[in-house]
């Protein structure tokens, strides 16, 4: 299902830096957030990956500011995705407009 039909109208791929005494409790408390529809642990200069949809630009900076500062992250770095082609397996098709 596209997200948009259920009003998150910004999709964000979230980078996070954490230390790593933190990463298990902020993994689990991502991935019982509403908003979170993906947590990964990762390796290199980030130690997890969150995937979000969040209704407007403004939600997602809430989210940084009231989920991800008191998770203790020290660093994020956000990419807005700009067109999904493929969610869960299944191609989505072109919505109108």
Known sequence: ????LLGAAVD???????????LAAA?????RHPQVHGVLATGGPTNLMCAVFC????ALYRFH???LGPLGVRR?????????VKRSGVRL???PG
Do not use: F, K, S
């Open 65 to 67: 500011t009231e989920v």
């Open 1 to 4: 299902m596209d997200p948009r």
């Open 55 to 58: 209704p407007d630009h403004a």
């Open 93 to 95: 098709r072109q919505l």
């Open 76 to 84: 994020a770095e956000t990419a807005i995705v700009a067109r999904a």
């Open 27 to 31: 993994g689990e408390a991502l991935a």
């Open 12 to 22: 964000a791929n979230l980078w996070l830096e954490l230390p790593p005494g933190r």
